[in-house]
């Protein structure tokens, strides 16, 4: 039974959280919000299979590489695809028009492109109903501290505001993998799919790259473009239309009948084979090498010096290709330099980094013994292997996900850059950011400052992010402290938005002529340091063609970032050889005729 004293004390404490009840009640009534209910998320009507062949998926936002190739996935998987157009500012203005304030500059962009898509449906006399029912939009969502895990609240709001009420938004989740709102069937994600998805995005970031590694030094303005957009058409065509791979008409006629009855050994074999046809394939090798063959026959000069220009920054802003951040890759190029682009697959390694730490720091508080002694092997084994169970799959994840696009890189010449990996940026950033900071690029922006600049891989770092973005905010904070450490370092932050491109671009050109300074310098000091002027490395050039080819490998040499000044060393040191072979023949041939 209760005593009196803990009767009295309960009876004390219902007062007093009535009184705080009917206070609460006051103030909310005093402030208008009495009437208002709480916030649920609305229940979006589902995508079902029925729907697939009248329902087109739209996505937008990535280069136009990247679109491409996972364009013609979906077309190869059975979906009705479309991406919609590269966003301008006039979208921006829709946004802003549609949308709440307050908005950062992907969501404005994104929300009004596809509005205005929309709009250009009905113009062409779809009605609003028939566009509600025929176009789902694909596109990313998340939570964190910033503005992202609101984008898809802004994108309802919007769309209803301009009319589209209803129109269904499927998300990728970026922390939970790809499910749509309504946690829809429509959208079925089979072993072909998902090994095409991680073809699309290894082979558009391994493309993309290869655009800007190779144009700033072609000799026939406009070839690289052309033989890009060939060879972009040659792969999408493969993604396309290659034959889906299947046990029961792989297998040999003997095998048949096991496989029938053995449901679950025809299923882990079918996956398997599936696997190993999507990336191994012949079909899809052979497409590789014939991209690889046209882009080599690119001719390009890399006695040309142009300042290396690193692109990081936030995810949207850094790999856009357009208004949405001031055209900034044409104009570095129409300025004369060279840009290093980001590929996605380096967020992809990002975020299951960043989720195998996170399980490892919160591990102690989880673990299923607390602190065991050093002789209590048992417990010790036990939380060892509960570790790895939460982190083993994550290590695997990240071991495949780097080797099939290193794979990727190798089939398509191997001159592309290779994956920094994640430990070493961790590593680098930890003294100034650390790791489970979250939020944006996290760390990445500052691992990757600091990473480029101190193994000379580029002249500058350009990072790109939308205005007021507050991820990036934090990390441009620490970027002081980074410059202040590293005096070579050229660190430039750019705020994205609407309007401002005028005042941007004037800003990089003052920290471009400091690259080019640089990168002036380090080409001058290797002509001195091997003795060579720039007629002697070209005449050397003109007998050996082959160092015209786009994807001949030039050997990196450590303490230089600039093509120019690589390429340079690397010809004196063919020179070189080159004389002592003929040096060495001229002693034989002396040799013999004395003999």
């Known amino acids: 039974m209760p005593t009196t004293v803990e009767v009295t004390q309960t009876d004390f404490e219902m007062e ?110 779809m009605t609003k ?8 939009f694909f ?20 769309l209803q505001n301009a009319g589209f009420d209803g129109f269904r938004v499927l998300l990728f989740q ?15 994600f089979s072993v072909d799919f998902g090994m095409g998805m991680l073809n699309a995005l290894n082979l558009g970031d391994v493309i993309n790259e290869l655009v800007y590694q190779v144009r700033p030094f072609e000799v ?51 996956t398997l084979g599936k696997v190993a046809h999507n990336l191994y394939g012949k079909e899809y090798v052979d497409a590789l090498h014939a991209c690889r063959d046209s882009i080599n026959s690119i001719e390009v000069d890399r006695l040309r010096v142009k300042p290396v220009i690193k692109i990081t920054g936030e995810f949207w802003a850094q790999t856009t290709e357009g208004d949405g951040n001031f055209n900034m890759f044409a104009f570095l190029e129409k300025e004369g330099a060279q840009v290093l682009v980001e590929p996605i697959a380096t967020w992809i390694a990002y975020m299951m980094y960043v989720a195998k ?18 002789y209590e092997l048992k417990k010790r084994t036990v939380n060892e292997l509960t570790l ?14 780097t080797y099939f696009y290193h794979r990727t890189i190798k089939h398509m010449g191997g001159t592309v850059h290779h994956l920094v990996p994640q430990k070493e ?52 904070a620490v970027q002081s402290r980074v410059v202040s450490k590293y005096k070579d370092m050229i660190f430039l932050p750019i705020e994205t938005s609407g309007e401002g491109e005028v005042n941007a671009h004037s800003r990089v050109q003052m920290a471009l002529a400091e690259a080019r300074a640089k990168a002036r310098a380090e080409f001058e000091t290797v002509l001195e340091k091997r003795g060579r002027s720039i007629d002697d490395l070209r005449d050397y050039v003109e007998h050996h063609p082959e160092l015209k080819k786009a994807l001949y490998k030039v050997p990196h040499r450590g303490g230089l970032a600039g093509t120019a000044a690589q390429f340079a060393w690397h010809v004196s040191d063919l020179m070189d050889a080159s004389g002592g072979a003929r040096h060495r023949e001229r002693v034989a041939q002396s040799t013999a005729a004395a003999a």
């Open 357 to 374: 730490e996170g399980a490892k720091a919160r591990f102690d508080a989880q673990a299923p013994y607390r602190d065991p002694k050093w």
């Open 425 to 476: 940026l961790a590593r680098l950033a930890h003294p100034f950011y650390h790791q489970l900071a979250r939020g944006g690029e996290g760390h990445m922006e500052v691992g990757k400052n600091v990473f480029y600049t101190v193994n000379h891989l580029c002249h500058m770092v350009l990072a790109l992010k939308p205005f007021g973005c507050m991820p990036s905010t934090q990390s441009d």
């Open 139 to 158: 596109t990313a969502g998340s939570c964190g501290p910033c503005r992202f895990g609101m984008y898809e609240a802004e994108y309802r709001y919007a």
């Open 220 to 270: 026939n303005k406009g070839e690289t473009d052309r033989v890009i957009q060939e060879s972009v058409k040659t792969l999408t065509d493969t993604l396309r239309g290659r034959k889906r791979w299947h046990i029961k008409e792989a297998a040999p006629k003997w095998a048949l009948p096991y496989l029938e009855k053995h449901e679950k050994v025809a299923g882990i074999s079918c």
């Open 388 to 401: 790895l169970k939460k982190t083993g799959g994550l290590n695997a994840g990240i071991g495949m996900w």
């Open 174 to 188: 970026q922390t939970d993998g790809i499910k749509a709102a309504s946690g829809e069937p429509g959208l079925k």
């Open 16 to 125: 007093i959280q009535a009184r705080i009840d009917a206070e609460r009640a006051r103030l909310r009534a005093e402030a208008g919000l009495a009437r208002m209910k709480e916030f649920n998320r609305p229940v979006e009507r589902s995508f079902t299979a029925e729907e697939r062949d009248r329902v087109t998926i739209l996505f937008g936002g990535l280069t136009w590489k990247h679109e491409e190739m996972i364009k013609a996935v979906f077309h190869g998987s059975g979906y009705h695809c479309e991406n919609i157009p590269t966003p301008v500012v006039a979208d921006f203005q829709a946004g802003k028009e549609y949308g709440n304030n307050g908005q950062c500059n992907p969501t404005y962009f994104t929300v009004g492109n596809l509005v205005r898509y929309l709009q250009s449906l009905e113009h062409q006399g």
């Open 129 to 136: 109903k028939e566009i509600i029912d025929n176009y789902v």
